[in-house]
């Protein structure tokens, strides 16, 4: 209930300050919105890499042009659904990124992170996909650094004063398996920050090292969650095994139907081995349909979240209902 009320106050919030863009400002945005879309269209549906890099290198001038427009960061582009839009739960920023797909099936990333400034000008922070030329994924990085990909949520917590914002983003890395990234964000002297010792394994049966960045690889075709769950005040994600049993080659890997998540303590995500204790009756497993990859997930990174997150909760909600009757 306190996640819905928080929502709904920053809905509100963000209305009523949206109304600060001049009507003249707005019919602008509107007028370059159209030709960000139809650029933002053949970047992904460009049927040779030079038309989708052309685009692209069309895209970013207009877009930087239009975010300068003052009190841009109210401005959702909602029309343009290949352009990922994260918020922070403050309203002090936001996060918009977008795919470009090679010819090999392989993709790079750009983004920009944009500050909600007092006076509306625009105060911007490049995002440069570094992931394709490091080697060590476990890095704290800058923008320069970044590990390129898709956000398509972000969470806030507090610590001490300090305040952290998640990130989970999804990466459709190569021909043979894709990616999920959940990492963290801070700012330092006003500069972000990416990544950081907040992923502890401190709790496991069997102690691992903290890591900087958590990332999940598996099949291409395969659907796997990494999401926050409201209801659940936790993070959940999908446990992988090899359908090979080859558990060096990270492409043959699929989830098995079991969850493991994150819990915030302290300042830190702390991993949970197990999720839901109670067996799920046979056949009742929370398990999808694989989806037309071509057909969604670039123009709807979140549909396969959605769809996991559903029946996560439904595994729950039996669980629950289970001790209940005991």
């Known amino acids: 209930m306190k996640f819905l009320i928080a929502t709904l106050f920053s809905f509100l919030t963000f209305t009523a300050t949206a109304q600060r863009i001049s009507s003249t400002s707005q019919t602008a945005l509107r007028t370059v919105e159209d030709t960000l879309r139809e650029l933002s269209y053949n970047i992904i549906h460009g049927k040779e890499q030079a038309v989708r890099e052309r685009s692209n290198d069309e895209f970013i001038p207009k877009l930087v042009k239009a975010l300068k427009t003052p009190y841009s960061y109210y401005y959702p582009f909602d029309s343009i659904l290949t352009m990922a839009k994260v ?137 796997a969650a990494l999401n926050f769950n409201p209801e659940m005040d936790m993070v959940v994600y999908d446990h992988l095994i090899s359908e090979t049993g080859e558990e060096h080659k990270k492409y043959t890997y699929v989830p098995d139907l079991d969850f493991e998540g994150f819990k915030w303590k302290a300042g830190k995500w702390v991993h949970i081995e197990k999720v839901f204790h109670d067996a799920l009756e046979q056949g009742k497993a929370p398990v999808v349909a694989p989806i037309d990859r071509k057909r969604i997930d670039l123009t709807r990174p979140r549909t396969a979240e959605d769809i996991m997150a559903e029946e996560a909760e439904k595994a729950a909600q039996k669980g629950r209902k289970k001790k209940k009757d005991r």
């Not at 006076?119 to 440069?128: C, H, N």
């Not at 476990?138 to 004063?161: E, H, S, V």
């Not at 069997?206 to 900087?212: E, L, M, Y």
């Open 87 to 223: 918020y922070a739960a403050d309203s002090t920023f936001r996060v918009i990124t977008w795919p470009l797909e090679h010819d090999n099936s392989t993709f790079r990333h750009f983004g920009v992170i944009q500050m909600n400034t007092k006076d509306g000008s625009l105060k911007l922070f490049p995002l440069f996909d570094n992931s394709d030329f490091s080697k060590n994924t476990d890095t704290i990085t800058n923008t320069k650094g970044w590990y390129g990909c898709l956000y398509y949520a972000m969470i806030q917590r507090r610590f001490f004063n300090n305040e952290y914002y998640t990130l989970f983003g999804w990466d459709a890395n190569s021909q043979t398996s894709q990616k999920k990234i959940m990492e963290m964000l801070t700012f330092k002297n006003g500069e972000p920050v990416f990544g950081g010792p907040y992923f502890s394994f401190a709790e496991d049966t069997v102690r691992k090292p903290t890591r900087n960045r958590f990332i999940i690889e598996y099949k291409r075709d395969a659907v």
